[in-house]
Structures are given as C-alpha cells and as structure tokens.
C-alpha cells in the first residue's frame, strides 16, 4: 500500500492493524483476509471496492470516501461511518458484524445488509429509504428521526422502532416483529 493510487489490485491477507494509512486512492480493489483493526484509515478514497473476511473492527475512517464499496463476512465492530464523506456514499454488508457502529446522518438508501449484526448501531438521523435488512439482528439498534419509507424489515428480529419519530411509509414488517413497534407502550402480543 505504498503507492499513493491502487488500480484493480488484490490485497491478501495484509496486516496493518494499529497503523496509519492516509492520502491513498482504491479503486475496483479487493481485500482478503485483512487485519485494519484499531487503524487509522482517514482521508482515504474507496471506489467499487469489496472487503471479504476482513477485520476492521475499530478503524478510523475520518473523511474517507466509500463509492461503491461492498462487505462481505467482515468483523467490523465500533467504526464510525458518520465521520465519512458524504460524497457518493454507498455500501451494502453480506454476513458481518457491524456492532456498536454508527451510521447518524447518513443518505445511504437502498443498502443492503444481508446476514448482519447490527446490535447498538446508530442510525439517527440516517435515510435509510428503500434499504434492506435481510435476517439481521437489531437489537438495541438506535433508529430516531430516520427515514424508513420502504424499508425491507420482513427478516430482521430484535428491532425496536418508534413509528411516531421515524416515517416509514410503506416499510414492510413481519407479523412476528410487529411488536418492535409496540415497545414503548409496554404491551404484550401474543
């Protein structure tokens, strides 16, 4: 990772945990079996990009640019994506765990999170339109003032959800997890 702009290169099995890596350009990259835990990966551009059984868990990436960027069976607890560029963000997340992460104040409509951990994830503030939460677990996950107009929630479990402070014209819920929106009132369906 030398080099200040990457083409279409494979990154294997690369380890720059705790490290710094900032000011570089990656684009149509893949990383594979990458360990960026507790680093520093701000001001970095990422476009058409794929992660695949990485671990980022706990990476910095203040200002970094995530164009296109897919996620797959990657440990990437506690990152802070609300600190990103807004510019053309877009990423989708296929078997990972996303835990105590952030997405407040993110445009991110039609995502796809497929298989994910979202347990205390924040998504103040987020638009969330159109977007996909297939068989994810969002316990404890922090919707407030989100836009969820649309949004798949068919298979997610553990959601707890406040109609009255997040409009969510025509998102789709299971009967089973109707009760996600019922928490406040402290009622039990059975």
Do not use: W
């Amino acid at each position: 990772m030398e080099g200040l702009i990457h083409i279409q290169k494979t990154f294997d099995k690369v380890i720059f945990s705790g490290k710094r890596v900032s000011n570089r350009e990656f684009e149509n990259c893949m990383f594979q079996n990458c360990d960026f835990a507790n680093s520093d990966f701000s001001n970095n551009t990422f476009m058409d990009c794929e992660f695949i059984d990485c671990n980022l868990s706990m990476m910095q990436v203040v200002a970094s640019s995530f164009k296109t960027v897919q996620f797959r069976n990657c440990k990437m607890m506690g990152i802070q994506f609300h600190t990103c560029n807004d510019f053309l963000f877009s990423v989708g997340f296929q078997d990972c765990v996303l835990d105590y992460s952030s997405f407040a104040n993110k445009k991110m409509p039609k995502t796809q999170f497929s298989n994910t951990s979202l347990k205390e994830v924040a998504f103040m503030s987020c638009d969330l339109t159109q977007s996909i939460f297939d068989n994810c677990n969002l316990q404890a996950a922090n919707f407030n003032e989100t836009q969820l107009k649309e949004v798949n929630f068919l298979t997610a479990f553990n959601y707890s959800i406040d109609p009255e402070f997040n409009p969510m014209k025509k998102a789709r819920f299971s009967t089973q997890g109707i009760t996600g929106l019922l928490d406040k009132y402290d009622i039990k369906v059975i």
